[in-house]
T-cell receptor, first 114, second 112 residues
């Protein structure tokens, strides 16, 4: 199983809503990531969790709140987003304990903020 | 500050010919390099990688070359097939941090 599963695939939310994106992997990976991708741009790193602890926050606004409940799950809680936050949100995982290993990506959640 | 750059936004190649995609990086701490293929509204799919202790890695039709002194890597696809048409991202990682930093992407179109 080399799959990273993200739900939902599509999400439309208002600027006052609270919603969550979910990500799951069962590869035993100990590093998990959130990336954001705008149209015609590369994926941009937001957060890295290593062994369920937040290790990297790339100066992401606090309206994005990550959570790692256990080694298989990663959530991204969204609150008071702006229309410019509309993007494809990608979750990824990697072994996190070996050097020179690739990151596996989910299919992404297409988020539209209205 | 774009640490990983792909200077060709697009590339068109005839089916059966070689596709060469290029990537430059600036951070000398990067020690692992990867190529991903991406379709719109999907996640990137891993293709091939190379560590900084090597200068070449080959996997079927895909070969990645690394020139550390020039901070340059390239992906060769031969022979190119129409199904290879996609956006290709190079990525670089400082394995001590587990960060994967993506380049700007090259859209490859393989013409039948």
């Amino acid at each position: 199983d080399t799959e990273v599963t993200q739900t939902p695939k599509h999400l439309v939310m208002g600027m006052t809503n609270k919603k969550s994106l979910k990500c799951e992997q069962h590869m035993g990976h100990r590093a998990m990531y959130w990336y954001k991708q705008k149209a015609k741009k590369p994926p941009e790193l937001m957060f890295v969790y290593s062994y369920e602890k937040l290790s990297i926050n790339e100066s992401v606004p606090s309206r994005f709140s990550p959570e790692c409940p256990n080694s298989s799950l990663l959530n991204l809680h969204l609150h008071a987003l702006q229309p410019e936050d509309s993007a494809l949100y990608l979750c990824a995982s990697s072994q996190g304990r070996s050097l020179y290993t690739e990151a596996f990506f989910g299919q992404g959640t297409r988020l539209t903020v209205v | 500050d774009q640490q990983v750059k792909q200077n060709s936004p697009s590339l068109s190649v005839q089916e059966g010919r070689i596709s060469i995609l290029n990537c430059d990086y600036t951070n000398s701490m990067f020690d692992y390099f990867l190529w991903y293929k991406k379709y719109p509204a999907e996640g990137p799919t891993f293709l091939i990688s190379i560590s900084s202790i090597k200068d070449k890695n080959e996997d079927g039709r895909f070969t990645v070359f690394l020139n550390k002194s020039a901070k340059h890597l390239s992906l060769h696809i031969v022979p190119s097939q129409p199904g290879d048409s996609a956006v290709y991202f190079c990525a670089a990682s400082d394995q001590g941090t587990y960060k994967y930093i993506f380049g700007t992407g090259t859209r490859l179109k393989v013409l039948a």
